[in-house]
């Protein structure tokens, strides 16, 4: 069993009571988004379409069977989209009855907005609409913020972490934190080449109880003050190196499911890649922070989308 939560806000709570995803009908490699996420590898598989759809079906029926409420929105047919299976970097859901809607970089995924699926959720949720904060205008000029793939947030200290990227633009994220009632911590971050890291929630995820943190990717000038902050919300930080970072181990989520034995109960979500780069003390060290652990298969969607289940999840707090 997990160990204790950290104190919040009366009410707060780090997991979302319920999950979308959106079932891919193009699932495949963008050339437009590779640019800047050195997660994605092209190559030409015939069935790479399928292949991401069995591994979405099989995913989602996971989730379902350990009792985490999943709203599943269908990806329309045209125009095509091959991002859509990542819906947490377009829309976010807040407990106070807020949707926002983020600018995107890539113009392929900006059609991936879709009223019907902010509705589908209401609908299969019980989530009601309270406002809506359009931050989508920026992409007019060239500012722009991916969700939470740009933002992992603390709800329980009322703290969003940002790193900078050119997908994550500070003015953006203030004017999200500002609207929100969040304070932003941004920091800069590269991979082993340089090269900013293209989303925060690749490097850093933040449970109940846990941090998964990839800090030597953090840049010199911020890395003591991101640790020490991180530290002292009393929360366990499990360190992931570049080799457990690149297979996702930092992708990860912890989500709020209900069991008849056992009441609310916490559940780990990772992707086997994930499972299978982490180190086993560190593996063994998550597993005791939670309830239960969920590793789902999902190499096709993370080798040629460039994410893993994290991205795949756009939390609906309730």
Same mark, same amino acid.
């Given at each position: ?47 790479? $379409?399928?292949? @991401? ?9 996971? !989730?379902? %069977?350990? #009792?985490? /409420?999943?709203? =599943? ?115 800069? $971050?590269?991979? @082993? ?9 690749? !490097?850093? %995820?933040? #449970?109940? /109880?846990?941090? =998964? ?106």
């Amino acid at each position: 069993m997990h160990g204790g939560s950290i104190p919040g806000p009366v009410g707060a709570s780090q997991c979302a009571g319920a999950i979308l995803m959106v079932r891919p009908k193009a699932f495949g490699f963008n050339a437009e988004t590779a640019a800047s996420n050195r997660f994605q590898q092209p190559g030409d598989v015939p069935d790479v $379409a399928a292949r @991401a759809l069995a591994e979405f079906d099989a995913f989602a029926a996971a !989730l379902a %069977s350990e #009792g985490v /409420s999943v709203c =599943v929105a269908e990806d329309s047919q045209t125009p095509r989209k091959p991002d859509a299976v990542f819906p947490n970097n377009w829309v976010s859901f807040h407990a106070d009855g807020t949707v926002v809607l983020y600018p995107m970089q890539a113009e392929s995924r900006r059609i991936e907005r879709r009223a019907e699926i902010v509705e589908a959720v209401a609908a299969g949720t019980g989530f009601r609409v309270q406002r809506t904060l359009d931050l989508s205008p920026h992409e007019r000029a060239g500012r722009f913020l991916e969700g939470t793939g740009s933002l992992v947030i603390d709800h329980l200290a009322r703290v969003a972490w940002a790193c900078r990227s050119p997908r994550t633009d500070e003015r953006v994220a203030r004017e999200w934190a500002q609207a929100l009632g969040y304070e932003l911590e941004l920091f800069g $971050a590269s991979d @082993a080449s340089g090269t900013p890291i293209y989303h925060t929630n690749v !490097l850093l %995820s933040i #449970g109940s /109880s846990f941090v =998964v943190l990839a800090s030597g990717h953090i840049d010199g000038a911020d890395r003591a003050r991101v640790v020490e902050r991180l530290r002292s919300t009393g929360r366990e930080i499990v360190e992931i190196d570049d080799a457990e970072m690149r297979g996702f181990a930092g992708n990860v989520l912890e989500v709020g499911s209900w069991d008849e034995h056992l009441g609310d109960f916490r559940l780990l979500v990772m992707s086997r890649s994930a499972r299978r780069a982490l180190a086993p003390g560190k593996f063994a060290r998550l597993s005791s922070l939670v309830d239960s652990v969920l590793a789902a298969p999902v190499e096709t969607i993370e080798r040629h989308g460039g994410g893993s289940v994290r991205c795949m999840l756009a939390e609906v707090f309730l």
